[in-house]
C-alpha cells in the first residue's frame, strides 16, 4: 500500500465527537471514517480516484448492433 499523506486537521469538538459516534457504529476509526467520508464525497462529485467507476454504480450492459435497431 501506498505511503499516506499526514497533516493536521482542526475540528470542532462537537464535530469531532459527532464522528466518532459514527466511526464506532461502522467499526471504524475516526481517521478511517474521515477517509471514507471524504472519497465518498469525492465519487459523488465525480471527482474519482481511479478510472474504474464506484461500486455503487450500476453497470450498463454491453450494446451490440442488434440492440439498437435503426429506423430508415
Known amino acids: ?3 499516506k499523506k ?3 486537521l482542526r475540528l470542532d469538538p462537537k464535530l469531532y465527537e459527532v464522528l466518532e459516534r459514527w466511526a464506532a457504529d461502522e ?3 475516526v481517521n478511517s ?3 471514507y ?3 465518498d464525497a469525492a465519487s459523488r462529485a465525480g471527482r474519482h480516484l481511479s478510472p ?3 461500486a455503487s454504480a ?5 450494446s451490440s448492433a442488434d440492440d439498437n435497431p ?3
Not at 58 to 62: R, T
Request: hydrophobic share 35%.
Open 1 to 3: 500500500m501506498a505511503a
Open 6 to 8: 499526514n497533516f493536521p
Open 27 to 29: 467499526f471504524r476509526s
Open 33 to 35: 471514517h474521515i477517509e
Open 37 to 39: 467520508l471524504l472519497r
Open 52 to 54: 474504474r467507476p464506484p
Open 58 to 62: 450500476p453497470k450498463e450492459p454491453a
Open 70 to 72: 435503426t429506423t430508415e
